[in-house]
Structures are given as C-alpha cells and as structure tokens.
C-alpha cells in the first residue's frame, strides 16, 4: 500500500511512524513543505524568552532519524498544491522549483493551520511577524536580537499573544497589547479574567482593547508606527486615546497573534467538503468526503464531546492522537476518536489558566440550561505554608444536572488540576456525581475538599 501524507508535524510524523511500526512494510511517504519536523511548537515563546537558547532545541526527532531509523521517505522542502482524487495522485514543486508527483492508495492531509493575518496596510512590512511554524520562530528571536529591540506591539490577546507578552517582557522590551473586540479573554468568566489582566498590568504591560489597527507604517531607525482607531472614539483605556478615537503606538516590532485558521486550501480545491471555519470535515474515524483521504491535526474539524455537535480546537494532542487513528485505520483496524473537550492551560507570568469544556455563554448558544458558579479557595490546606488563592468557575445544566465545563486560574495547582474535570466531561458526568469522586488529598498539594469539589458542591445547589 502507498501511504502519502502532507505534512510533517505533529499529525503527519504520529501517523507516519505509527504506519511503520504496524506494517514495516507499508510505503510510507510524508510531503512536508519547510525544512522541519516533528518539532514542539508550543515551546516557542519560552525559547524566545531565552537568548541562551537554541531554537533548534524545539526538535523532538530529526528529518534523519525518520528516514534512517522508521524508514519513512520524508522529503522536506516539497510543497503539494494539487491533489487530483480521480488519479490520486499529489503534485507540487520542491523548494528549488522542481516539480514533482506521487501516487497514493490512502492519503492524510496533515496541513495544519496557519496565523490569521488581518488586512492592515504596512502588515508586510519587516518587523511585522507571526509564531506558528519553526521558521517564523527563529525569524523573531533573530529580529530581537539583531534589532535590539525595546518596545513591541503584539496584536491580539489569545493563547500565543499572552505567551509572547511574558517572553518579550523576560528580555525587557515594553509590551502594549491591541485587540479590536471590548472584552478582555471574552471566553472567560469575568471575575477570573479581571485576575490575568491584573497580573499582566502588575508586569507593565499595557492593554488596549476596542482598538482597531488601521495601518502601519515605517517609522524612523527601523522602528514603526502602529495606527490605531477606538471603537466609538473610546478604547479599554480611555485616558490613553484622543477624543477623536486615535492613537500612534511606536515599536521595533509587531508580532500578530490574531489567532490561526485552517491550512485547507489544497483539500478546498480538490472538492473534499469542510465544515466550521473551513476546517476540513471528518468523521469520527478522520476520513473526509472522499473514502480515501484523510484529514487530521489543526486543519481538521473534530467532535465535541459536550454538545456532540462539530467544533474546530486547535491543540496539539488531538493532533497526535489523531495520527495515530488515521494510521491504525490505514493498517486495517479501523480506529474512532470520541471528541475533544477543548482542554487547554497555559501560562501569564506567575498565573497559571486552564479551561475544559464549555463556557457559559457557549453553553447557553449550544441550548443548555445552563447555570454557573464561580469560587475562590485555596492551592493546599488551611495554614499550609505557601498556599495561594485558586479561582474556579464552573458551568452546569440545570435539566440534566450535567457538568458542562470548568474554567480555573490561580498561581499554583492549576495545570493538572483541570484534567479531573476533562475526564468527568469525557464520562458525560453529572455535576453530583462528580461531587462524589474519589480525589487525592494531603495539605501541601490541596485543601481536603478540592478546589474543585468546592466548586461543584456549590453548583449543585443551583441546579
């Protein structure tokens, strides 16, 4: 069987490998069109932070190692723009402009996604730059360093745009953030968000939001002039605009982190159907419209194992599962995936922020009764030395009194904190029985009523 897959990160390289641990003798081939692999992505902005550090250090496993060691012909620098599914066959053009085809049985799209650039005059000026792939990483710590850059403008405020605030402000480069929506992490439960934006004004940094960027310019020095334009002739920090609205921002750089899209172009004209954001539409065991692609990692859509409906989440270990499906089907064991809970955490400064399932307002669009409660308690036991507060909100159905989702912000025992109520969600739990799980405790890593049971317990009185 010829196994061809576009793509060499996370979903192609599981799938690619798995492949060939399953049946050495498949032939594997995986079309990748930068010159990197399976590499961690989300390690980036911390690398940034470090100018001591290599980026290359993000490389899990060399192009080699693949090649040598799985066998697997990966070629690097082979970009597909064509998939013709009557021949199946793929064609595209390496990065010398050589042209090339290769047919397929079974074929993986892996393409990712891709940063969702706004069309800003002057945002294809130098020292505007985007964080999704490796390339554009080395590109933005090279710029730091070699620019000396001290202040910089970051567009956007999601995952990646507070990951990098921290990393610009660990090489002491002044940071003001823009957004053009009113409403701070609006996903978030208000009184946990109001927490992260005081921790990002406690480290200096500005926050802007209602604030469209109407174009760039060049400035003197090679720096740049960032134009703004408040919603109403009034942003998030007033006293910081004009009364016409206006507002000049200099900067040495500009990194966009307006969020990502699907990279589903090729699969759109090859005529494969997508779904929710143009991800590309698969069923539960990844195939696509046509029996024999596959779609798998950031430019797929996927389950959502709360409301059952199809959602577009982003997150690496959905990618990596999701290879690893696509090659157990491909090998003949035809493998399902149950969904996502769109389980994340990341880090702002000394804070850490995790979410799982449903937010209120998503709850309530997606036609649950939903009820919500949000507490404050403690990191470990009462008088337990370095206990710190932990924020917890969550979400419930009043009707069936199902756990819908859980938000939690705090500074010490959020991370893995958050994985008990991704499983519950996973189990369909309802909030009361959730109450009643069997969860560790000793006084330096909690209270005796978790953080999170305190929070149900007080949930269950609402429903």
């Not at 690496?316 to 149950?338: I, K």
């Not at 009764?369 to 036991?381: G, I, L, M, N, Y």
Request: glycine content about 10%; hydrophobic content about 40%; charged content about 25%.
């Amino acid at each position: 069987m010829k196994f061809v897959i576009i793509g060499g990160d996370a979903a192609g390289m599981s799938a690619a490998s798995r492949a060939k641990r399953k049946d050495p003798q498949m032939d594997v081939t995986v079309l990748e069109r930068t010159m990197d692999v399976s590499y961690s992505a989300c390690g980036m902005p911390y690398n940034i932070a470090d100018p001591g550090r290599n980026m290359d250090d993000l490389i899990v496993r060399k192009a080699e190692v693949f090649r040598e060691k799985n066998k697997i012909n990966l070629l690097t620098g082979h970009r597909v723009d064509n998939i013709d599914r009557d021949a199946k066959r793929v064609s595209g053009v390496t990065f010398d402009n050589q042209e090339f085809s290769y047919s397929y049985d079974k074929l993986l799209i892996a393409t990712g996604a891709v940063p969702a650039i706004p069309e800003i005059p002057g945002a294809n000026l130098p020292g505007v730059m985007a964080l999704k792939s490796l390339e554009q990483g080395r590109a933005i710590k090279a710029y730091i360093s070699s620019n000396g850059i001290k202040k910089a403008v970051i567009i956007g405020m999601g995952y990646i745009g507070l990951e990098m605030c921290e990393a610009l402000r660990a090489r002491d480069i002044d940071v003001t953030m823009v957004k053009p929506g009113p409403t701070f992490l609006p996903w978030m439960t208000p009184t946990l968000a109001d927490v992260v934006k005081k921790e990002l004004e406690d480290n200096q940094v500005n926050l802007l939001c209602g604030c469209n960027i109407t174009k760039i310019e060049p400035g003197r020095d090679r720096a740049l002039t960032i134009h703004c334009q408040a919603a109403n002739g009034k942003g998030d920090k007033e006293q910081e605009i004009s009364e016409a609205g206006e507002k000049k921002l200099d900067a040495g750089m500009v990194i966009v982190a307006s969020g990502v899209i699907p990279c589903s172009d090729i699969a759109i004209a090859a005529g494969i159907e997508t779904g929710i954001q143009n991800a590309i539409s698969v069923d539960r065991t990844l195939k696509t419209s046509d029996e024999n692609i596959y779609a798998a990692g950031d430019c797929a859509d996927a389950y959502h194992v709360v409301t059952g409906k199809k959602c577009w989440i982003p997150l690496a270990l959905r990618a990596n599962r999701a290879g690893w499906a696509v090659a157990d089907t491909v090998c003949g064991a035809e493998t399902e995936l149950q969904g996502v809970a769109g389980t994340a955490v990341f880090k702002v400064f000394d804070l850490q922020v995790a979410r799982t399932g449903l937010s209120m307002k998503e709850a309530l669009d997606a036609g649950f009764d939903a009820v919500e409660e949000t507490v404050q308690t403690r990191s470990k036991a009462h008088g337990h030395p370095g206990a710190g507060t932990i924020h917890v909100s969550m979400v419930g159905d009043r009707k069936s009194g199902r756990l819908l989702g859980v938000q939690m912000v705090g500074k010490d025992g959020v991370a893995h904190r958050i994985n008990a109520p991704a499983v519950a969600l996973h189990a369909k739990m309802s909030v009361a029985d959730f109450i009643q799980t069997d969860l560790a405790y000793a006084p330096p890593f909690g209270p005796v009523w978790d953080p999170v049971l305190t929070a149900a317990n007080q949930l269950v009185k609402l429903i």
